[in-house]
């Protein structure tokens, strides 16, 4: 559908991509544009369907694909105005990163992304579980990552397309890029298995645990540049 609908425009966003980020175009990696937004938001909203910190948020399966699609789409539109968003698999996944020097969003920037919404989303309740995670969360970004980076805010793979390898040919050309540029990264998630796949891509947990008084945990991950050959 997106390439019959801007067949030029498509190819040459990706050639232009491929080009300047050293890729092939065997990887499929394409920059995500406005255009794709909403089939992106549903994307994510899918992906993030079942993830422990949603579920725990929200028990009932319909309202909680309303919240993850709200909650993913808030993220998702911060990050393409303020960051970097990829697609691969024609928008079965997307990645959504936030530059050296961006910062997390202040509550203009929320405003802006729809951020606002979500107590109609999640319920008061789901909300306020949601932002006790935040709130852990900043503070360990903060602490372990004080220093420029590139933030993963987001990064989904819609349910019927995953265990196909799209998640990590989304992460490898960013990383590669950061490696070329001396950048770190830095990531959370609240799901285990997770973590080996990050690991896999030179991540180390900083730290795990829980919010106080809440069950899901949490995995702080950081990435140090790799060092470039020759």
Known sequence: QRASTHPKLSAERRKSFH???????ASAIERLSKAEFHQ???VLGRAFLEYPLMQYAVSDT???LRGTTSLYGAILSDSLQHGEVFAAGGVAAVACWLPPGTGMPGLARQIRAGLLALPFRFGVRGLRRLLDYDKIATELHH???????????SIGV????QRQGLGSRLLE???????????ACYLDTHRESNVWLYQRHGFQVMWEGTAPGH??????MYREPRP???
């Open 19 to 25: 080009k300047d980020h050293g890729l092939t175009t």
């Open 40 to 42: 992106a938001q549903t």
């Open 62 to 64: 319909a309202a909680r």
């Open 143 to 153: 602490r372990y990552a004080p220093e420029p980076h590139w933030y993963l805010a």
């Open 158 to 161: 819609d349910p019927d397309r």
């Open 173 to 183: 050309p960013h990383l590669a890029r950061a490696d070329r540029e001396g950048q």
């Open 215 to 220: 069950p899901v945990k949490v995995w702080s």
């Open 228 to 230: 470039q050959a020759g």
